[in-house]
């Protein structure tokens, strides 16, 4: 079967492909989009519109940091309800059939070939132009700091959220410890050093395949949604991460 039709966008979306700077941004759950063939997936419109279904104000903050920074973007065009693309598509939940409390019906006894269907028309699409474009960079003698863009709810399960952002990373924290550094020096934010999430490899796939195994300088952002809903709220965190992320190149690069 075929996930994706003429009736669909592209599986990702890019700008600034060109782009002078080190910073190559990324955002895994940009939209909450669903392919015209899977339907609403079983879920409700309203339900659609949740943390979810996305990271709502990432591909926002991460439009804004592109065109500060005159760095590449590379952006999910489809919800993490259809497939997680910052997941291995062998762990079950990169299809989940329950997102926090709400069941996903569409996404239940999927079988082998629709499972690999949405990973071959989606998640590998955008993933290998991760690769490709890190390996250009690379071929061209251009340094790639990777930066993931992602935002999260501030109630989880019942749970308020204080911190206005995140700073993650597993095996290295060179780089995401001096962008905590940098975000932390602004008077007024809490910001949490990785928490509520963390990187691992079983829960995460840009970070530990694009950038731990190159070796390549990275940090994985978290920023409160209720903070960026509205597009005033998304260009002051892109200000905000922007003076961050050059003030981490800084005291990491020396330039």
């Not at 899977?38 to 903050?61: F, N, P, T």
């Not at 190159?214 to 965190?237: C, F, K, N, P, Y």
Request: aromatic content about 6%.
């Amino acid at each position: 079967m075929r996930v994706l039709t003429p009736a669909d966008p592209a599986p990702f979306l890019e700008e600034r492909t060109d782009g002078s700077s080190d910073f190559l941004i990324t955002v895994d759950h940009a939209a909450n989009r669903i392919p015209v063939a899977l339907g609403d997936l079983g879920v409700s419109a309203s339900e659609r519109q949740r943390h979810i279904a996305w990271d709502i104000g990432a591909l926002g903050i991460a439009r804004g940091l592109s065109e500060r920074l005159d760095a590449t973007l590379i952006a999910t065009n489809y919800s993490r309800l259809v497939i997680d693309c910052n997941r291995d598509p062998s762990v079950p939940s990169s299809m989940p059939t329950l997102s926090e409390y709400t069941p996903i019906p569409g996404n239940e006894n999927l079988d082998g070939p629709a499972r690999h269907a949405r990973a071959e028309e989606i998640f590998r699409p955008y993933q290998q132009r991760i690769a490709d474009l890190i390996d250009q960079r690379r071929d061209a003698g251009r340094a790639t700091i990777l930066v993931c863009q992602h935002s999260m709810t501030d109630l989880y399960k019942g749970i308020r959220r204080a911190m206005h952002a995140a700073i993650l990373y597993n095996r290295d924290r060179r780089f995401a410890g001096a962008v905590l550094d940098a975000l932390r020096a602004e008077p007024g934010l809490i910001v949490a050093d990785n928490e509520p999430y963390f990187v691992s490899d079983e829960t995460d796939y840009t970070v530990p395949v694009h950038a731990e195994r190159r070796g390549l300088l990275h940090v994985e952002i978290e920023v409160r949604q209720d903070l960026v809903t509205t597009a005033s709220g998304q260009a002051e965190w892109a200000d905000r991460l922007s003076r961050a992320l050059m003030n981490a190149r800084l005291a990491i690069l020396g330039v």
